[in-house]
């Protein structure tokens, strides 16, 4: 069979999520599933500005882009026009407008909202307080939150971080559980630290995107026993094809994978084994893809069909992991 030709681009800039999403892609065209057919090759471009990508594009059958929406919406209208399998890590639908060629792995908002519930009510929690950085996406997930902690028995109270008096509310309602919903390290550090040192004896929960071995070395001593809304298993020995990425990501010096290193890795491996199995035709790999088999990733299964190029299905990988004596291990209680 002939060589894949994929190429993987992300926007410069010192975002954490595309660079992590870049890792994780680059070390699967080197070590993950059908990574002895690609040949990668690799761009990036300044924020907002995809469109020379055009021109490039019609030398590869595949694309893995570490993208925010816009770019990747921009992105998925390129791959349809040129009948180029694309793969983001987006979990916006707004990404794929129903282009066959466009594939949005991200984990949905709503599921993982579900899922966090559901751990909480199973631990015995009522009263949770969720504090949100004032931002449309970090509005929504709070938003889905709430619904979800109703929907399990929980009362919650959520505020805004941009608001004033939140500290003193939240020793007013009294909750069993604080629960951080920011994304930058820089915005949440200073909050995560307050709430540590103000209220040591209530837990604290921290989002997924704040789950990075830079943000628990800035917590110091404050990151003990604090808990992480994570996406792996850690602390045990772990099969494939987790085994594999947590490998190559140690052997890159990185010891903490995160949920990005984890979606920029399965979006590369099933950009390349869809390919593989459609014989380097993009519309074979389509077929594939859309023939409803599924397939292990390391963030969870995937199971596509021609109305869901997202593929995620039912409670789907979420857990919640504790940081306790220098390292981070799944909590069997909260």
Known sequence: MKRLRLLLIRSEGSDPSPVDQSLGARLAALHGPGHDLVDLEEDSFGRGDIGYLEKRLHHFSGIVGATNVPESARLSEIAEKLNVLCFVSNNNVSVWQGRRQVFHIGLPTPQTATAVAQLLQRAGFGRVFLLYDATEFQARVAANMLGALDKCGIRANSKAGSE?????????????????????????????????????????????SLLRSSFIASLGAAADGVLFVDLFRRGEQRGDPVAEFTSALLKNAVDCPTANHGFGWDAMALCAVALSKGGGNPLHAIEYLESGAIIEGVTGPFRFSRENHNGREGPGPTRISRYRNGRLVEADHV
């Open 164 to 208: 004033s008096g939140w500290l003193d509310e939240a020793r007013r309602w009294k909750p069993e559980l604080f629960y951080l919903i920011y994304s930058e390290e820089n915005r949440a550090l200073p909050i995560a630290r307050l709430f540590r040192s103000e209220e040591p004896k209530i837990p604290l929960l921290l989002g997924r």
